[in-house]
């Protein structure tokens, strides 16, 4: 798809990516802060307006797998250009949006963006040298960290000098811009897929994605007991099984069971669950408790929105350097150790703000540290990913790990959630501080679970011992690097 004819300098596909990655991260979460304010502008009720993240969600976890395969079959870029047009218009139609109807529209289709995430990694592994494929990786995983942090950050600014409506535009611009450079500079996959689609394992997983998340999404204001969640767990439970006994028997899985059987993958794929946890839910508590008037609750920063994503900043500048310096240790170290590091890194500031977060400093610190490991962890997690499976299959198994954090962070929000509500009466409308107490001690948990489940990941040189996963990433070229490791350790 792209118009050059001479495949350009891998940083020039580099750059491309990074614009990419860095607007859809900026939409993920820049909302995420206001959505008081654009329920008044637009005379909303808090449920409806709460659609506008959970049909954020749900379109991203269904489009992700899905246009990751379709990807890998008829051509990365080909897919980066469609997604990055989609989720131009998506925002567009977001900031010409002055009815909760429409906006909740352009919000689903913004969520179809979720797909640039494994697609940017298939042409990272595809153009880059094999020595340059971690660093890359880690930076674009990181950039998915970053861009959640510095939307929080940004949203309040924004939004009290401007209008809500540019937190679409400045993304949609920069969208527009990288759609605009994919098709020029990045240039055609050398790599496919081979067979076609399974439409009936597409039909499948996106059916128990959305009941899943519909279910953990809504279970602290429906009540997790409720008739109506309960209903969605139970066909969740009946769908899954029927989506893996269908991709099992089809030629052409969208989803090859055998991939998600790999250690490397099933592992990571663990300690993304866990982490989704985490970061998803401090992303969504800390601003909050950032927020709370202090006079009324006894408890909290009064900070306003510009003034919590700041204390935030600390956290989106750590994650970056995390992102970058993963890579290089990577490199060096291997991922698994990189990955435990970065769990590890996670656990003690959470004990920290359960222990006391009254204090500038304390959530300061938290927050730096919470970012270092975060950084860490998401990009090396990713790179195990990446390098675990073939170069065909990178798109769809990223794209799996992608959605596994965001089934992840929809759990912990929804059980962070119940636990900030168990204090909430109509004399008491603000959530109890012990909720705030329990929420970090949940996520102290689940950092230390990831840390655990980073333990059992395999050893760089079992990550890809399976023969059948070696394919050379370019046709008629020789073998890179990689491919001589794992050659070597199946002859041994």
Same mark, same amino acid.
């Given at each position: ?57 749900? $379109? ?70 094999? $020595? ?235 927050? $730096? ?94 990550? $890809? ?28």
């Amino acid at each position: 798809m792209a118009l050059i004819t001479r495949r350009p300098h891998y940083n020039v596909t580099f750059t491309v990516l990074v614009v990419a990655v860095g607007a859809y991260s900026l939409l993920q979460s820049m909302i995420a802060p206001v959505l008081p304010t654009i329920q008044s502008h637009l005379h909303s009720s808090e449920s409806a307006t709460t659609w506008l993240m959970t049909g954020y969600l749900l $379109a991203a976890s269904v489009a992700t797998p899905i246009l990751g395969r379709i990807g890998d079959l008829v051509g990365k870029e080909k897919m980066l250009v469609v997604t990055l047009i989609g989720l131009t218009a998506g925002s567009a139609l977001a900031g010409v949006s002055h009815s909760i109807g429409l906006m909740i529209v352009a919000r689903i289709v913004q969520g179809t963006g979720g797909a640039m995430l494994p697609l940017s990694f298939g042409i990272v592994r595809d153009e880059f040298p094999a $020595a340059k494929v971690r660093g890359a990786v880690g930076v674009i995983a990181a950039l998915t960290a970053v861009g959640g942090g510095l939307g929080l950050v940004l949203a309040g600014p924004i939004v009290s000098h401007m209008d809500y409506h540019w937190l679409f535009w400045f993304p949609m611009i920069a969208t527009a811009a990288a759609a605009v450079g994919a098709f020029v500079f990045v240039p055609e996959s050398p790599v496919r897929g081979t067979g076609g689609l399974s439409w009936l394992g597409g039909l499948l997983l996106s059916a128990w994605l959305i009941t899943l998340l519909l279910a953990v999404s809504n279970g602290s204001s429906w009540g997790w007991g409720s008739t109506g969640v309960i209903g969605l767990f139970v066909a969740t439970a009946v769908l899954i099984p029927l989506w893996i006994l269908a991709e099992l028997r089809s030629p052409h899985p969208l989803i090859d069971m055998k991939m998600m059987r790999i250690p490397a993958v099933w592992t990571a794929n663990l300690v993304g669950l866990l982490f989704g946890v985490v970061m998803y839910t401090c992303m969504t508590f800390l601003p909050q408790l950032l927020q709370t008037p202090h006079a009324a609750a006894g408890y909290g920063f009064s900070a306003d929105v510009t003034k919590s994503g700041l204390y935030l900043l600390p956290m989106t500048v750590t994650m970056f350097a995390g992102g970058v310096l993963a890579g290089r240790l990577s490199g060096r170290f291997g991922s698994k150790p990189v990955l435990f590091v970065g769990s590890a890194l996670s656990v003690p500031p959470f004990v920290l703000l359960a222990i006391a977060h009254d204090r500038s400093w304390q959530i300061e610190v938290a927050v $730096a540290l919470i970012g270092l490991g975060v950084g860490l962890a998401f990009s090396s997690m990713s790179a195990l990913v990446v390098e675990a499976v073939s170069p065909d299959q990178t798109g769809v198994a990223s794209g799996m790990n992608a959605n596994i954090r965001t089934i992840g962070g929809a759990i912990g929000a929804g059980v962070g959630a119940s636990l900030l509500a168990s204090g909430v009466s109509p004399a008491h409308p603000l959530p109890a501080d012990a909720g705030y107490t329990h929420v970090f001690w949940l996520l102290s948990g689940s950092a230390v679970l990831a840390a655990m489940a980073a333990m059992i990941v395999p050893n760089a040189a079992r990550i $890809a011992s399976a023969r059948g996963q070696l394919q050379p990433a370019v046709p008629e070229q020789l073998p890179t690097d990689w491919e001589r490791e794992v050659e070597r350790e199946i002859a041994d």
